[in-house]
């Protein structure tokens, strides 16, 4: 698996995208009172797999993510990319693509792509080559010219995946970037990150409510408890790739699938 073209690849040691967290726990304090948002979580992810969390809505699982990018400190416990502690955000270890796409609306899918290397100094033609090759590999070739307004809700993701991508690092951190997407095109996203994720071998850790989409996605699956959130269950998928629609109707992806409802439907 080759890292995108025309990004120099990170040192072998930073590139292989090892999570480990442990014991960690979130607290939130307010004026009348602390609440706990998660409590007592560990899990590792090996290089180059791609882990799915799924749980309750206010389970903690975004701030579970929030954390792994350097964007939240933990209350207790530790958290490691690549053996080192994340104390804020590093994008030569994490990428991060949120829910909506937030891109500015004035500059093209290009410039939205090159803003984080123009924001590091990065020279402007450097910065164009690699944001094209981010951009063709999200399946945009041709679009760098459109403003925003000009895209579809699934390409303006794909701009967003794409900026998430251009630093290359070695772990992509997802929360719900489909949310807003309708099924059709939520499947074929699904489809596309799968391409992305094959051609590029990082590991990626996805955040989503949907069963399906974390059992057709997923090497792993971590089911979280209500809050204060607590990993609950581990899920190794044992479904071949590449995945295939086929795959739904099958008794394995069912049993899957129910396994994983069951967990939410107790913490409801």
Known sequence: MQPLANITPLKPAARAGAIKVSNVGQIFKTSTQDVAALSDISLEVRPGRFLVLVGPSGCGKSTLLMMMAGLLQQTSGTILINDAPIPQ??????????????????LTAEENVEFPLALRGVAKSERRAKAEDALKLVGLEGFGRRHPHELSGGMKQRVS????????????????????????????????????????????????????????????????????????????????????????????????????????????
């Open 89 to 106: 955000p590093d994008p030569n270890r994490v990428g991060v693509v949120f829910q909506e796409p937030s891109l500015f609306p004035w």
């Open 161 to 268: 995946i794409a900026r998430g991508l251009v630093q290359d690092p070695p772990v992509l951190l997802m929360d719900e970037p489909f949310a807003a997407l309708d099924e059709q095109t939520r499947m074929t996203m699904g489809d596309e990150l799968l391409r992305i994720w094959a051609a590029t071998g990082k590991t990626v850790v996805f955040v989503t409510h949907s069963l399906t989409e974390a059992v057709y996605l997923a090497d792993e699956v971590l089911v979280m408890s209500a809050r204060p959130g607590r990993i609950v269950d581990h899920l190794t998928i044992p479904l071949p790739r590449p995945r295939t629609y086929e795959m739904l109707s099958g008794d394995t992806f069912g049993t899957l699938r129910d396994r994983i409802w069951r967990h939410i439907r107790k913490s409801a």
